[in-house]
């Protein structure tokens, strides 16, 4: 089976990422996937579920980690079996002293070897899986440890706390943005720390340039310009709980909607690289492409290829999304024919962005 270029130089072998760190709404947005046959690279499942709750005909998530698997399976199997109260405890979006019998009760759903996964780790059961990756104790440490150097737990309240744009500019600028603010993040999420504790190292072989300075302009936009109040992903990076806005998979009114479209057999995982199941499935097609940011960690060359494979698995007019955190990749010149940006759109969703760590969002759709 076909490999990918990331892995062959970072640890798989272990949850990376517990939650998805790509904005779901700007994800559906970009999509459209009303109807549509989706093709979603895994993580930890959540924008997967997102556009099934968005009307998705059928999501295919496509995932080469098995500790990913893992999250998306116990979550597969939280809709399936838990109501939606027990499901936000168990996730640790809201504080709960039950989770680890929480998860019994939906144990007996999951396949043998996810259920041996989850059975052998009961700590992070009883802390709430959405804390379970190595990107998460990274955030957990910046926020426990980093984050109160600048700023006492009152005024991180404060910050998020709903405010008119002019009562935000001015919070950040006068009460947020101090010197120890800006020399704690330059630190803490400069290529160094982050690729050793957030980060594989090899996550940022095409990286060039200032890491923490690039994330830091992004993120004064999320908190100065963007509702804090209204950010689950600041929400939790900074208190490690979801605020009263949730994103799309964990919303009450997707619950359901998610619930059914599983029952109906619309949602399937396939263990392998992108790459791998574009190769093993060559007669399958798909109407939307959620990408991540899966070429940050491919060369040009690598991205090209992968695009150019991506094409010949797309109906016309079908759509993909990705975003860049550090890496600039789109569409190359050999694929002006088959593949269309949508930059405007792509711009516009992402200064909606509310996960700010990535500098570049990427839209486009394949030509008739």
């Not at 144990?107 to 700590?123: I, K, M, Q």
């Not at 992402?350 to 990427?362: G, I, M, P, T």
Request: net charge neutral; glycine share 6%; proline share 4%.
């Amino acid at each position: 089976m076909s490999t990918t270029e990331i892995q062959h130089r970072a640890d798989f072998s272990a949850v990376r990422y517990a939650q998805c760190w790509e904005d779901s709404r700007v994800l559906v947005a970009a999509l459209k996937p009303q109807g549509r046959q989706c093709l979603s690279i895994g993580s930890a499942g959540d924008n997967s579920f997102a556009l099934l709750a968005a009307g998705a005909a059928a999501v295919t998530a496509v995932e080469m980690n098995a500790a990913q698997i893992a999250c998306i399976e116990l979550r597969r199997a939280a809709y399936a079996t838990l109501d939606h109260a027990e499901m936000l405890e168990l996730m640790g979006s809201r504080p709960s002293a039950r989770r680890v019998r929480i998860y019994q009760a939906c144990r007996h759903s999951l396949p043998r070897e996810v259920r041996e996964f989850w059975d052998s780790r009961p700590g992070a059961v009883e802390r709430g899986i959405g804390s379970a990756g190595k990107f998460e104790h990274y955030l957990a440490l910046f926020r426990n440890r980093v984050l109160p150097l600048a700023h006492s737990r009152q005024r991180v309240h404060a910050l998020l706390a709903p405010r008119t744009p002019e009562e935000r500019v001015w919070f950040y600028q006068q009460i947020w943005d101090n010197q120890r603010w800006r020399w704690i993040f330059r630190v803490f999420f400069s290529r160094t720390v982050m690729g050793a504790l957030g980060r594989d190292s090899g996550f940022f072989r095409y990286v060039e340039g200032s890491v923490a300075a690039r994330i830091l302009l992004r993120t004064r936009h999320a908190l100065a310009i963007l509702d804090p109040a209204e950010n689950p992903y600041l929400h939790w990076i900074l208190t490690g709980t979801h605020g009263a806005v949730l994103p799309e998979a964990l919303e009450a009114r997707n619950f359901e909607v998610i619930r059914k479209a599983l029952a109906a057999g619309r949602f399937e995982v396939v263990q392998a690289p992108l790459e791998g199941m574009l190769a093993e499935h060559p007669g399958r097609s798909f109407d939307a492409f959620n990408l991540s940011d899966i070429f940050d960690y491919m060369s040009e060359e690598k991205t090209a290829d992968l695009l150019e494979k991506i094409a010949g698995a797309a109906n016309p007019g079908a759509r993909l999304a990705y975003w860049n955190m550090l890496v600039p990749r789109s569409r190359p010149e050999s694929l002006a024919d088959r593949l269309q940006p949508c930059a405007a759109e792509a711009e516009r969703l992402l200064e909606q962005d509310r996960a700010f760590f990535y500098s570049r969002f990427v839209v486009e759709e394949v030509l008739a």
